[in-house]
Structures are given as structure tokens and as C-alpha cells.
């Protein structure tokens, strides 16, 4: 009866804690993916006003990332002293405030460089929500949890496509174009939620003024469970993180995730455009890869889960996201065939994504897990900052966006192989 009752309160105190931060995390994500890939609608109009090429695109959007190389890892140690609320506010207002700019761009140089510090602005917010989980939630729920933020990205891709298409149609509006007013709007939300996380976000469960003395103590008790039961063997400072080689492996392939994501959020759009598709109606087919996407990402976590779990998870599905890149160019041509290839595409990856943010954790002591996290996501950064840079230079130099889409297709086949060889079996669930 004992037993049965602190599985009860336990639930209780998971379910508590869950509404109390996913929401507001996962509303987070969905402004800041919004933001991050609203530039593929805004090209459907700005590359004919401005005279780019989809190589100018294609490097343009990439830079992206290579501001968030650079800040990703220092944000998520500088989260790890100053607290998670402060480093919130912050990248949520800077990273409203340069989509807003984005709607002054007028040359390539401009774009290059509102991209780099749009992505040095938002540097920090993923890995940091993923550390912040960390100090909320065991390591048994964390794959659903992690799921369930994940799917932030494909709620963006589902409901943003729609709203940016809709902003775009306002062309004309306060004598701007409707790339303009896309960026000035969607900019704005980020900036009114970052005041939200002022008051709404507590940085460590024993700050929790809306938890009691019991579920405190009941969540310290769980969390300790799981730092004893770490597996992690490459000590446990901050810089012992960088000479664990699991660090790097799970780098490589978070690396090829991002470049697979980012080849759907910012090319679906102009495969349909090369089809003669309005754009309008752009916007509501581009949202379809990412219900796909949603619905995978749920069910995929809670499998994972249930069945304790991650490696095979994560290699199946990035392998159906690969193996769908590389084909996607052999299909008749068509919206149809364009639907289903994105589709499996977003599908595998993003289901991949939620169940691969339970493994770094899982491997990683508590002292060196910011500085992990980090360089595994600032590899992602490399991945996002390739994934547009190969596919615009093979669009501009070859032709066709599907050559450099199998390039990226057998990055995810490979990192699906390196997961499944370097990680040994039940060693990331609990």
C-alpha cells in the first residue's frame, strides 16, 4: 500500500510539475522556430524584390546557425550559474527584436548578418530548455516530456505556415510588402513572452514556491536516485565533457537531425513554389509534413519510453527520414509526391529528435551535462548552417534541390549506424 502511494504522489508531482513548465516551454519553441524558419515564406517574395539566388538563400539562412555555434555552449554555462529565467528573458526579447529588423534587409551582406545574430540571439534556448528539464525531471519520463517539447517544431511548421502565408497576403499594408510585415509581426511575439518568463519561470525545484516541503523532497529523493545510477565515466567537471567521445558521436548526430529538419522548414515551400502553387495555398500544404511530424514525435516518445528504450527508436526513425531524402528526387514529379517525401522526412526526424534529447542526459554527470549539451547542439548548429548552404549550391550550381537533399540523407543513415554501434544497450533509459 506504501509503495502504491509514493507511486501515486509521484505521479501526481510529475503531472503538477509538467503543466507548470512544458507549455510555457514548448510556446517558447514554437515562437522561436516560427521565427527561425519564417525566412522560407519570406523568400517566396524577397528573392525576386532583392535579386537574391537560392545560393544567397541558401548561405543566408545557414548563418543562422553559425551565430548560434558560437554562443550556444557559453549561454548554456552562463544558464547554469545565473539561472534559467534570466537566460530566457534574454534570448527571447534580443531574438523578437532582430525578426522585427529582418524587415529592413535590402542587400545580401544585411541578410548575412541579420541571420548570424538572429542565431547568436536564440543561441541557448534549446539546449537550455533540455538542461532545464534536466533539473526537473528523472530520467524515466524525460523521453515523453522531451517529446512532447520537441513537437514544438512541427506545431510551428503547423500553425505558422498558414499565418506566415496569411502575413505575406497583406501586401501593401503600411506601404510594406508582405515579406516585410511577415518579420514585423511574428518578430513581436517572442518579445511579450520573454517578459512572461520574468514571472513565470523557476529556476530550480527548490525555488518552487508552488511546490510543498513533501514534493520537494520527494522529486530531491528521485533525482539523487538517478545521479547515483549515472553511467557516465568521463568524470564529472564541466571540462571532462569535452574529452568524453560519446559527447562527439552524439554531435554527429545531432548535426545530421538539423540538417534534415532544416531541409524541409526551408525548402518545402519553393518545391511547391517550382510547381506553380500560390502561396496561399503554400502555406497550408507546407503545414502538413508537420502534423505528420507532431503525431510521430508523440507517439515515438511514448514507445520509447514504455519500452525503456532509445537506441533503436532513434536509429529507425532517422533511417525512414534518410532513406525518404534520398529518394525523394526519384518520385514523379508532383505536389503529391512532394507531400509524402517531406512528410516521412519531417516524420523521422523530428520523432528521432525527441527520443535523442534523452540519451546526452542519460550519459552525462550533472556537472559536465551544460557543457555537453552544448557542444552537441552547436554541432546541430553546423548541421543547420550546412543543410541550406549544400542544397542552395546544388539548386544554383546543378539545377535541383535533390542532389544536395541525399547528401544530407545519407548523413542521417550514418548517424543512425554510429548510434547503434557506440551506444551500448540500455545504457540511456531507466
Given at each position: 500500500?506504501?509503495?502504491?502511494?509514493?507511486m501515486?504522489?509521484?505521479?501526481?508531482?510529475?503531472?503538477?510539475?509538467?503543466?507548470?513548465?512544458?507549455?510555457?516551454?514548448?510556446?517558447?519553441?514554437?515562437?522561436?522556430?516560427?521565427?527561425?524558419?519564417?525566412?522560407?515564406?519570406?523568400?517566396?517574395?524577397?528573392?525576386?524584390?532583392?535579386?537574391?539566388?537560392?545560393?544567397?538563400?541558401?548561405?543566408?539562412?545557414?548563418?543562422?546557425?553559425?551565430?548560434?555555434?558560437?554562443?550556444?555552449?557559453?549561454?548554456?554555462?552562463?544558464?547554469?550559474?545565473?539561472?534559467?529565467?534570466?537566460?530566457?528573458?534574454?534570448?527571447?526579447?534580443?531574438?523578437?527584436?532582430?525578426?522585427?529588423?529582418?524587415?529592413?534587409?535590402?542587400?545580401?551582406?544585411?541578410?548575412?548578418?541579420?541571420?548570424?545574430?538572429?542565431g547568436?540571439?536564440?543561441?541557448?534556448?534549446?539546449?537550455?530548455?533540455?538542461?532545464?528539464?534536466?533539473?526537473?525531471?528523472?530520467?524515466?519520463?524525460?523521453?515523453r516530456?522531451?517529446?512532447v517539447?520537441?513537437?514544438?517544431?512541427?506545431?510551428?511548421?503547423?500553425?505558422?505556415s498558414?499565418?506566415?502565408s496569411?502575413?505575406?497576403?497583406?501586401?501593401?499594408?503600411?506601404?510594406?510588402?508582405?515579406?516585410?510585415?511577415?518579420?514585423?509581426?511574428?518578430?513581436?511575439?517572442?518579445?511579450?513572452?520573454?517578459?512572461?518568463?520574468?514571472?513565470?519561470?523557476?529556476?530550480?525545484?527548490?525555488?518552487?514556491?508552488?511546490?510543498?516541503?513533501?514534493?520537494?523532497?520527494?522529486?530531491?529523493?528521485?533525482?539523487?536516485?538517478?545521479?547515483r545510477?549515472?553511467?557516465?565515466?568521463?568524470?564529472?567537471?564541466?571540462?571532462?565533457?569535452?574529452?568524453?567521445?560519446?559527447?562527439?558521436?552524439?554531435?554527429?548526430?545531432?548535426?545530421?537531425?538539423?540538417?534534415?529538419?532544416?531541409?524541409?522548414?526551408?525548402?518545402?515551400?519553393?518545391?511547391?513554389?517550382?510547381?506553380h502553387?500560390?502561396?496561399?495555398?503554400?502555406?497550408?500544404?507546407?503545414?502538413?509534413?508537420?502534423l505528420?511530424?507532431?503525431?510521430?514525435?508523440?507517439?515515438?516518445?511514448?514507445?520509447?519510453?514504455?519500452?525503456?528504450?532509445?537506441?533503436?527508436?532513434?536509429?529507425?526513425?532517422?533511417?525512414?527520414?534518410?532513406?525518404?531524402?534520398?529518394?525523394?528526387?526519384?518520385?514523379?514529379?508532383?505536389?503529391?509526391?512532394?507531400?509524402?517525401?517531406?512528410?516521412?522526412?519531417?516524420?523521422?526526424?523530428?520523432?528521432?529528435?525527441?527520443?535523442?534529447?534523452?540519451?546526452?542526459?542519460?550519459?552525462?554527470?550533472?556537472?559536465?551535462?551544460?557543457?555537453?549539451?552544448?557542444?552537441?547542439?552547436s554541432?546541430?548548429?553546423?548541421g543547420?548552417?550546412?543543410?541550406?548552404?549544400?542544397?542552395?549550391?546544388?539548386?544554383?550550381?546543378?539545377?535541383?534541390?535533390?542532389?544536395?537533399?541525399?547528401?544530407?540523407?545519407?548523413?542521417?543513415?550514418?548517424?543512425?549506424i554510429?548510434?547503434?554501434?557506440?551506444?551500448?544497450?540500455?545504457?540511456?533509459?531507466?
Amino acid at each position: 500500500m506504501h509503495v502504491r502511494s509514493v507511486m501515486e504522489a509521484e505521479k501526481a508531482l510529475y503531472r503538477k510539475i509538467v503543466w507548470r513548465i512544458v507549455p510555457l516551454a514548448m510556446l517558447g519553441y514554437v515562437i522561436a522556430y516560427i521565427d527561425r524558419i519564417n525566412v522560407g515564406f519570406a523568400k517566396l517574395q524577397f528573392a525576386s524584390d532583392l535579386g537574391f539566388s537560392d545560393a544567397v538563400y541558401g548561405v543566408g539562412a545557414g548563418l543562422f546557425f553559425a551565430g548560434y555555434f558560437l554562443l550556444e555552449v557559453p549561454s548554456n554555462m552562463l544558464m547554469h550559474r545565473i539561472g534559467a529565467r534570466s537566460t530566457f528573458v534574454r534570448i527571447m526579447v534580443l531574438w523578437g527584436a532582430l525578426t522585427v529588423g529582418m524587415a529592413f534587409v535590402s542587400s545580401p551582406m544585411q541578410f548575412y548578418v541579420m541571420r548570424f545574430l538572429l542565431g547568436a540571439a536564440e543561441a541557448g534556448f534549446f539546449p537550455g530548455i533540455i538542461l532545464y528539464f534536466s533539473y526537473w525531471f528523472p530520467e524515466a519520463i524525460r523521453g515523453r516530456v522531451t517529446s512532447v517539447f520537441a513537437m514544438g517544431a512541427s506545431v510551428a511548421g503547423l500553425v505558422g505556415s498558414p499565418i506566415s502565408s496569411w502575413l505575406m497576403s497583406l501586401d501593401g499594408l503600411y506601404g510594406l510588402r508582405g515579406w516585410q510585415i511577415l518579420f514585423l509581426y511574428e518578430g513581436l511575439p517572442a518579445i511579450l513572452l520573454g517578459f512572461v518568463c520574468l514571472f513565470a519561470v523557476t529556476d530550480r525545484p527548490e525555488q518552487a514556491s508552488w511546490l510543498d516541503a513533501g514534493e520537494k523532497a520527494l522529486l530531491a529523493t528521485r533525482l539523487a536516485f538517478d545521479k547515483r545510477a549515472k553511467t557516465d565515466t568521463g568524470g564529472g567537471g564541466p571540462a571532462d565533457a569535452l574529452k568524453n567521445p560519446r559527447v562527439y558521436l552524439f554531435a554527429l548526430a545531432y548535426l545530421s537531425i538539423l540538417a534534415a529538419t532544416q531541409a524541409v522548414a526551408l525548402w518545402t515551400p519553393s518545391l511547391l513554389k517550382n510547381l506553380h502553387v500560390s502561396t496561399g495555398t503554400i502555406g497550408w500544404l507546407t503545414s502538413v509534413p508537420f502534423l505528420t511530424a507532431m503525431i510521430c514525435t508523440f507517439l515515438l516518445g511514448r514507445s520509447s519510453d514504455r519500452f525503456g528504450e532509445r537506441r533503436w527508436h532513434f536509429a529507425a526513425a532517422i533511417s525512414v527520414a534518410g532513406s525518404a531524402l534520398m529518394l525523394c528526387g526519384q518520385l514523379p514529379s508532383g505536389v503529391a509526391s512532394i507531400l509524402v517525401s517531406m512528410s516521412l522526412v519531417a516524420s523521422g526526424a523530428w520523432a528521432a529528435l525527441g527520443v535523442f534529447w534523452t540519451m546526452p542526459p542519460a550519459l552525462l554527470s550533472e556537472k559536465s551535462r551544460a557543457v555537453g549539451i552544448g557542444v552537441i547542439s552547436s554541432a546541430g548548429a553546423i548541421g543547420g548552417f550546412v543543410s541550406p548552404t549544400i542544397v542552395g549550391w546544388s539548386s544554383t550550381s546543378l539545377g535541383s534541390l535533390f542532389p544536395g537533399f541525399a547528401i544530407i540523407g545519407a548523413m542521417l543513415l550514418l548517424s543512425a549506424i554510429v548510434v547503434l554501434l557506440a551506444i551500448k544497450p540500455g545504457a540511456t533509459a531507466r
